[in-house]
């Protein structure tokens, strides 16, 4: 699925959020894509500030065009967790990220930055670092026993577009804080 489909696709949930007041970032292989080489994707990750009173809300306002579960939401939420969303016309999988509360994810959060990701459309969302796109995909990459050629490639792609434009020292002190410096050099 080409990128200009899955905005498309996410642009009622982004929407939605927006209305309610829900901060939220897009991550995952669509940024990558994004702030690296492009590929396609089968699935969008999204990381959102949703709060248990707002459930009801974006239940409503998604229902007539995803699969939602209002109880697997709040459950994501209580436990910092995830939930889907499927796109009823296309099927696409949309995994909602609850905000953990940690000083990384706060981090990355913070420094999420709204991009026109759509000139003709003037499609505005906000995306997630270049900086956390590289840790969050090595993060990805060693728990997946450190095989998935995807998420490898995500981070070289990101690396070899952005590497000039890279903020060193925030890439380097959480590589470190979250384990991740051996891979984030061997990347490198």
């Given at each position: 699925m080409e990128l200009l489909d899955i905005f498309s696709i996410i642009e009622p949930v982004i929407n939605a959020f927006e209305q309610l007041d829900v901060p939220y970032y897009i991550g995952g292989s669509v940024t990558s894509?994004?702030?690296?080489?492009?590929?396609?994707?089968?699935?969008?990750?999204?990381?959102?500030?949703?709060?248990?009173?707002?459930?009801?809300?974006?239940?409503?306002?998604?229902?007539?065009?995803?699969?939602?579960d209002a109880e697997m939401i709040r459950e994501a939420i209580s436990r910092q967790a995830s939930f889907n969303l499927i796109h009823l016309e296309t099927m696409l999988k949309i995994d909602v990220f609850i905000l953990k509360n940690t000083a990384y994810d706060r981090a990355a959060f913070q420094r999420r930055r709204k991009d026109l990701v759509d000139e003709e459309l003037r499609l505005e969302f906000y995306l997630a670092s270049a900086e956390d796109i590289i840790l969050n995909k090595l993060d990805w990459f060693r728990m997946g026993g450190q095989v998935s050629e995807r998420q490898w490639l995500d981070v070289l792609g990101v690396l070899k577009v952005q590497r000039e434009a890279l903020d060193m020292p925030y890439l380097r002190h959480w590589a470190a804080e979250l384990g991740l410096r051996k891979l984030l050099e061997q990347a490198f």
């Open positions: 894509s994004i702030h690296g080489i492009p590929r396609s994707t089968v699935d969008v990750d999204l990381v959102a500030a949703l709060q248990p009173q707002q459930v009801s809300a974006i239940v409503n306002k998604l229902q007539s065009a995803y699969y939602l």
